[in-house]
């Protein structure tokens, strides 16, 4: 039976599962990054540049976040957890594009290379 036979490809749960690993992975590395120096006050740095900076890496990773619930609903939805109807749902799409493509509180050339 068609049912029996493994998945392969978008509606495979490892291709899920890999994109998960890999949106937590960045998740991790954006927090220890904002925990570890790269968090740190920068001498001399005023306090608007300070807060612009932690607001940026405050919605990288609420961005990254809602990317990994996006994710494990495509999942469920490749496993049949989720009827394809009630996937299109409002309620299951992946929302914060106006946050997401909002222009940064500070300009790109002031913020860290690494950030």
Do not use: K
């Amino acid at each position: 039976m068609a049912e029996d036979r493994p998945r392969t490809g978008f509606g495979s749960t490892a291709f899920y599962d890999r994109l998960f690993a890999e949106a937590l992975s960045l998740c991790r590395e954006t927090r220890d990054y904002m925990n570890g120096a790269g968090g740190q006050p920068v001498p001399g740095a005023a306090f608007d540049h300070q807060l612009a900076f932690c607001l940026e890496g405050m919605r990288l990773t609420a961005r990254l976040t809602q990317v990994m619930a996006w994710l494990l609903v495509q999942r469920a939805a490749a496993e049949g957890e989720i009827e394809p109807d009630e996937l299109a749902q409002a309620r299951w799409r992946l929302s914060g594009q106006a946050v997401c493509l909002a222009e940064p509180t500070m300009p790109l050339a002031r913020m860290p290379v690494r950030m």
